[in-house]
């Protein structure tokens, strides 16, 4: 009698576990549903499935929630519906993003207002140290850019490649961008990776009318980073002649030399660039 017993509760035991089992996978394939609604911006199907029992702190293999796709989906009422049911705002996944970060790349305008308003940490940054803020300047996103800033986001954050959301705007040639950015920089002449500034950038990606305005605000066109290159070097590299022109009328001098020794005479004849040997002053300062 006390063996049956025994064999009884272990034969229970062994029911309620694979019970359990197929409840965790019923619940596991709601979740994952739920994360696929959720990129999909579909709310009703997401509205469905946790009326089923998926959940919105649920999370991913990648750390990601309902949530974080949701404001990635650019889909307001969906990031309303989530946060309504108590969505963690700043959870972040294992790259470090958060909800806001990944409005802000897609430039919903809506959506990081309501996140902002839901108290999103505005200078959050995930691994790689990108910002909310340097995602809306990298991906040209103006009115997300100007209601960041309106809410105190920082500029001075810089990423582990040694870029600022300044430096992504100039490089991009984002001019509206830059200027909204220049309104609040301090020190335009500060030197991030591997000694460049924002001018160099600029001038290094071509982007000629985003240089003149940095110049227009104090950048100084002698500067040099860690390769000994000016601002007039890269723009010579790139090809510009007409920023080449606006640099020499700024006072860039043409006697500074690389850490090969070499100055922007030699440069531009390592380059076969006639046309930047045609604007250089008419002597060289080997």
Known sequence: MIKFKKLLSRLIFVLCLNS?????????????????AAKEGNIEQVK???????????????????????????????????IKLDSAVNLVNTRGRNSLMEASKG?????????????AEIN?????????????????HIKVVKLLLEHDARLDIVDNTGKTALIYAAA?????????????????????????????????YGQRDVAITILDAGADANLQD????????????????VLVEELLKRGAK???????GKNIYDL?????????LQVLPKHSNT
């Open 254 to 260: 043409t006697e500074l030399k690389d850490n090969d």
């Open 48 to 82: 469905e499935l946790i009326s089923k029992g998926a959940s919105v702190k649920a999370r991913n293999r990648f750390g990601n929630s309902a949530l974080i796709y949701a404001a990635k989906s650019g889909n307001l009422e969906l990031v309303k519906y989530l």
């Open 226 to 241: 860690d390769r000994g290159k000016t601002a007039l070097m890269m723009a010579a590299k790139a090809g510009d002649v």
């Open 124 to 140: 959050h940054y995930s691994l790689k140290k990108v910002t909310a803020l340097s995602e809306a300047a990298y991906s040209g």
């Open 172 to 204: 991009n040639g984002n001019l509206g961008i830059v200027k909204l950015l220049l309104s609040k920089t301090g020190n335009i002449n500060e030197k991030y990776g591997h000694d460049l500034t924002v001018l160099m950038w600029a001038a290094g």
């Open 107 to 119: 430039g919903y305008i809506n959506v990081v207002e309501y996140l902002l308003k839901h108290d």
């Open 268 to 276: 531009a004849k390592d380059e076969n660039s006639e046309g930047i």
């Open 20 to 36: 359990t089992f197929v409840h965790a996978d019923e619940f596991r394939e709601l979740n994952f549903n739920l994360f696929d």
